[in-house]
């Protein structure tokens, strides 16, 4: 390490990201991201830009694409901010909402990352195991500590709460903010919590375009809350980076956001997939947790999760392990196309029956 190195970025421990192998030799079911390209009004929105504008500037406030998304989700465009991927987004709530060494609640294991912001942001990171089925124990969130941030559907274990258990977090907790983390929601049923925007000043809904709208390298994601909460968002973005959202990026999610029958179509094909896989792997005495995500977390008796994604990374398909003490026996399997997962199948047949 640089002798340069402050003391803070020196104690933080940074979020490991999925491998990202270059050239097409690997099944890549590593990082949920989705095995069909963004609808086709992305490559046609693309294709009428002229390169030359990007001499400009794109535009701060992202007018087009937060209309776009406001008519989505029926809110006026000041109810939704758009940040670089909903990792900057979960950066700038951090930012706006906390004060150093104030509390954060995050059900734990979770998204890797919250741990890792509340670190950087010298919060006082509060975990809240979950229950021995590794689902959300609502009654664990009665009278929270401090601000919480939730991913509903849970990420890694794919379990989704029902959109009335997050309501009970927000009536029983009216002085702290819920964040909403809706990485997976639309691969789940009803749960987003959306519709209850308009009732709770305290709820902050958080979306993305990597998963269910196929725009990883595009990285797009954004919230929806009530005007004084984006406002927050906005005070962050304008004292760090203005410019957040990328010209390119805006065209084409501008873009997908408006083919919602595309989007139907592509996670219900994700979704069969993946009960159809589920049901495979538990036919070959797997543990496959309830998944509402398009990502299975699945175990098998007496192999761990760095096993299983030892053996298959053998075979030239790459899954996810977790280094968390709860879930060591698992391994995360990201939803591809019915013939990649047929392929990962017929691999663990060769070896787990
Ligand atoms: C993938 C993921 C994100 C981050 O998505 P980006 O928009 O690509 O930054 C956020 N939360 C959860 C739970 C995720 O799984």
């Not at 993305?208 to 909460?229: H, P, V």
Request: aromatic letters at 12%; glycine letters at 6%.
């Amino acid at each position: 390490m640089s002798r340069f190195l402050g003391k803070n970025a020196a104690a933080l421990e940074p979020y490991t990201p999925g491998e990202q192998p270059r050239g097409q030799t690997f099944i890549k079911l590593n990082t949920n991201e989705c095995p069909y390209p963004p609808s086709p009004m992305v490559e046609k929105a693309l294709a009428e830009f002229e390169s030359k504008n990007f001499r400009l500037y794109p535009d701060p406030e992202a007018t087009v694409l937060r209309q776009n998304l406001g008519s989505h989700f029926g809110f006026t465009p000041d109810c939704v901010f758009v940040g670089n991927g909903s990792d900057e987004v979960i950066a700038f709530a951090f930012m706006a909402f906390f004060d150093r060494g104030d509390k954060v609640c995050f059900p734990d294991p979770s998204y890797g990352f919250y741990p890792v912001y509340a670190d950087l942001y010298g919060l006082d990171a509060r975990p809240v195991p979950l229950r021995e089925d590794f689902s959300i124990g609502i009654n664990d969130y009665n009278k929270l500590d401090g601000h919480t941030i939730i991913a509903n559907p849970n990420a890694p274990t794919g379990i989704a709460m029902a959109r009335e258990q997050i309501e009970k977090i927000l009536q029983n907790n009216p002085d702290k903010l819920i964040m909403v983390d809706e990485a997976y929601v639309d691969f789940a049923e009803e749960v987003t919590c959306v519709p209850l925007i308009d009732q709770y000043e305290n709820l902050l809904v958080i979306g993305t375009f990597s998963k269910s709208r196929s725009l990883a390298g595009m990285r797009l994601g954004y919230a929806l809350g009530n005007r004084e909460l984006i406002a927050a968002l906005e005070r962050i973005k304008y004292s760090f980076n203005p410019y957040n959202i990328n010209t390119a990026t805006q065209i084409a999610a501008g873009a997908a956001t408006m083919d919602n029958a595309y989007l139907i179509k592509i996670t219900g094909m994700v979704k069969t997939t993946r009960d159809r896989t589920a049901l495979a792997l538990r036919e070959m005495g797997f543990t496959v947790l309830p998944s509402s995500t398009n990502f299975l977390f699945a175990s098998h008796p007496g192999k761990s999760g760095k096993e299983l994604y030892t053996y298959l990374r053998e075979r030239r398909i790459l899954v996810r392990h977790f280094s968390h003490p709860r879930t060591l026996e698992f391994a995360r399997i990201s939803i591809g196309t019915d013939q990649e997962m047929d392929l990962m199948i017929k691999a663990l047949q060769e070896g787990f029956r």
